[in-house]
Each structure stands twice: as C-alpha cells, then as structure tokens.
Nanobody, 127 residues
Framework: VQLQASGGGLVQAGGSLRLSCAAS????????IGWFRQAPGKEREGVSCIESADGTTYYADSVKGRFTISSDNAKNTVYLQMNSLKPEDTAVYYC?????????????????????WGKGTQVTVSS
C-alpha cells in the first residue's frame, strides 16, 4: 500500500486547508485511515481517523468541531478538511493506513499500530 499526502501549505490563522491522502495498492474500503501530525520537538499525535467498515470517525479533542475527515471510495482518497486553523495546528501531517481489525480508538492513541505511512505534508499557520 502506498499513500500520498498532499494539500499542506501556509495559511493565516482562521483559514482553511484540505489535505488529501491518495492510496494505491489497496482499496481504502479495506483499510482504516488515520491522520497524524508532528510538531517540532513533540511526539506524533493522532488527529483523526476513519473506520472503513461503517464510516465511524474519531477526532482529537484539540480539533473537534474544526476538522472533518471523509473518504471518496471512487477516488481511493481520504480527506482532512481543516477549518478555523490555529498556529498550534502547525505541524507535519501524515496519513497512515492499517487493516480494518485495528479500531479507531487504538489508532488515535497508538500511531505505531499503523502499517503504512505516507510522506508528510507541512501545514504552517501564521498568527
């Protein structure tokens, strides 16, 4: 499975970005996909994930109400819509995938369970 994350950039506080995670080598319908981020000097943290079996979504408390994860099976792509961005959202964002047997509650708290990782995309939010 290969994952390609894109859509990062520089945005002012309050602005929006949409990240994309395009998968190849497997259908996202067979995978649970997570978005993670890592800021300088900090550990990688779970931002959001979606379970393909029933579409259940999870969000970190810090992004609830501002970020939305979604999937487009026809495009084999998962998106992360990020609104009302804050400077503290600045980080490298990664998408990752794992089989359906690994549930979202574990994905959000243990990034090491993910089997496949894409290269990160930088998100910088200026104040």
């Amino acid at each position: 499975v290969q994952l390609q994350a894109s859509g990062g950039g520089l945005v002012q506080a309050g602005g929006s970005l949409r990240l994309s995670c395009a998968a190849s080598g497997s259908s996202i319908e067979d995978l649970n996909i997570g978005w993670f981020r890592q800021a300088p000097g900090k550990e990688r943290e779970g931002v959001s994930c979606i379970e393909s079996a029933d579409g259940t979504t999870y969000y970190a408390d810090s992004v609830k109400g501002r970020f939305t994860i979604s999937s487009d099976n026809a495009k084999n792509t998962v998106y992360l819509q990020m609104n009302s961005l804050k400077p503290e959202d600045t980080a490298v964002y990664y998408c990752a995938a794992v089989g359906q047997q690994i549930l979202g509650v574990l994905i959000m708290n243990a990034p090491d369970v993910m089997d496949y990782w894409g290269k990160g995309t930088q998100v910088t939010v200026s104040s």
